[in-house]
């Protein structure tokens, strides 16, 4: 069969939005030839998990590690994939030197260089760029940070700009969690409006879509989509994937320094997903997609974060040592019935 014809996501959500997918070194350098197969055959776009965060890119002052992530593009650019670079700027997995440097002028320096000498490298390659990561706490304020303290607020500026001179047809995006609460949400409005009217070029808000079986609900997160839509900037979700299992303290996003022990009550499922869930699962992807394809003129693209249920963060996040079944492949690679219900939307 002719590869465009193929039943998969991709082509389902061909005339969409790209579909895509965090990967991690398994894949990238062939060893995981499953989650390998699976990428080809069902995903058009390709995010780095963790290839390419601060503490592994640029580990040291003077070394940048680019043997992983010239892999990463290579995989990309031979099959033909709209390629994601994550991330830029984050304050967590931050090499330990970075915290060292107390001066502005240093400061600026640094960014200045990580940031040119890496979208520099992948330019034309590399599609679209996650510049800043979670900068907003919760309150929609900017969130204190080696970068803000040692800047100031000006620091996003920087890292937008910076990144738009080493690769002007990159597309730039501002990448967070909970960007469906209000609060967030308007935080995320106005740092994309100050740097419009600063003339700094940003593209599209990543919304990242840590979402769980309720929330968020669709109308918070069409009206988020339509809020930044109206801001100017393309929609993507960046991150999706939809946890099943309870949470003690009603955490909602992906705050990576929140983690805590469990008992059995918080692993209800270590052997299989009762079919009850299963359903639930397979109807909350069902309507998030329907409503993703009605906005398809807003949104770019909508990428998983992670291949399958195995290899999912969620498995280690809030609580460790978990079994979570957040996304469309099971722990076999097999497409679960979320998957179907995801395609079915289009016959
Ligand atoms: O590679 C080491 C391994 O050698 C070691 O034995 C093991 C022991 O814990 O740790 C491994 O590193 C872990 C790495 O994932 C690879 O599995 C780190 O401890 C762990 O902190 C890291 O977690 C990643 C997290 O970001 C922090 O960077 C998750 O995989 C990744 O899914 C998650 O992704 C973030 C996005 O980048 C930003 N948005 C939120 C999202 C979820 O937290």
């Known amino acids: 069969m002719e590869e465009s014809l193929v039943p998969s996501?991709?082509?389902?959500?061909?005339?969409?939005f790209f579909i895509g997918a965090a990967i991690n070194g398994g894949a990238i350098n062939?060893?995981?030839?499953?989650?390998?197969?699976?990428?080809?055959?069902?995903?058009?776009?390709?995010?780095?998990?963790n290839i390419m965060k601060w503490e592994h890119i640029h580990p040291f002052p003077d070394k940048f590690n680019f043997e992983m992530p010239d892999k990463y593009v290579r995989l990309g650019q031979k099959n033909n994939m709209h390629i994601v670079g994550h991330t830029l700027v984050w304050h967590s997995q931050l090499a330990e030197w970075v915290a060292q440097v107390n001066d502005?002028?240093?400061?600026?320096?640094?960014?200045?260089?990580?940031?040119?000498?890496?979208v520099?490298?992948?330019?034309?390659?590399?599609?679209?760029?996650?510049?800043?990561?979670?900068?907003?706490?919760?309150d929609g304020s900017l969130r204190?940070?080696?970068f803000k303290e040692v800047l100031g607020d000006h620091y996003l500026e920087l890292a937008?700009?910076?990144?738009?001179?080493?690769?002007?047809?990159?597309?730039?995006?501002?990448?967070?969690?909970?960007?469906?609460?209000?609060?967030?949400?308007?935080?995320?409005?106005?740092?994309?409006?100050?740097l419009q009217e600063n003339g700094v070029k940003i593209d599209a808000i990543g919304m990242q879509g840590h979402w769980n079986l309720e929330r968020p609900t669709l109308e918070e997160i069409e009206t988020s989509i339509l809020a930044y839509h109206?801001?100017?900037?393309?929609?993507?979700?960046?991150?999706?994937?939809?946890?099943?299992?309870?949470?003690?303290?009603?955490?909602?996003?992906?705050?990576?320094?929140?983690?805590?022990?469990?008992?059995?009550?918080?692993n209800p499922y270590p052997e299989?997903?009762?079919?009850?869930?299963?359903?639930?699962?397979?109807?909350?992807?069902?309507?998030?997609?329907?409503?993703?394809?009605?906005?398809?003129?807003?949104?770019?693209?909508?990428?998983?974060?992670?291949?399958?249920?195995?290899?999912?963060?969620?498995?280690?996040?809030?609580?460790?040592?978990?079994?979570?079944?957040?996304l469309l492949f099971d722990r076999n690679y097999r497409p679960k019935k979320a998957y179907e219900s995801i395609m079915k939307l289009k016959k």
């Open 30 to 49: 062939g060893s995981d030839t499953l989650a390998l197969d699976l990428i080809r055959r069902e995903f058009n776009s390709i995010t780095p998990e």
């Open 120 to 138: 520099g490298r992948y330019k034309g390659k590399i599609d679209s760029w996650d510049v800043v990561n979670e900068a907003l706490n919760e």
């Open 230 to 266: 109206k801001a100017g900037v393309k929609v993507l979700i960046t991150e999706l994937d939809i946890t099943v299992l309870p949470n003690p303290w009603e955490l909602e996003g992906a705050e990576v320094s929140q983690n805590f022990e469990g008992n059995k009550f918080m």
């Open 104 to 118: 502005s002028a240093s400061m600026a320096g640094l960014l200045t260089e990580h940031i040119t000498k890496i």
């Open 144 to 146: 204190e940070s080696i």
């Open 160 to 194: 937008f700009r910076t990144a738009a001179k080493a690769d002007p047809e990159a597309q730039l995006v501002y990448n967070d969690y909970n960007l469906t609460h209000p609060e967030k949400r308007e935080g995320a409005i106005r740092l994309v409006k100050n």
């Open 272 to 326: 299989s997903l009762p079919d009850s869930v299963q359903n639930q699962l397979a109807e909350r992807y069902a309507d998030i997609f329907s409503l993703f394809a009605k906005h398809r003129d807003k949104i770019d693209r909508v990428t998983f974060w992670g291949i399958n249920d195995g290899a999912s963060w969620l498995n280690g996040w809030p609580i460790k040592g978990r079994t979570n079944y957040p």
């Open 9 to 16: 996501l991709k082509n389902t959500f061909s005339y969409d």
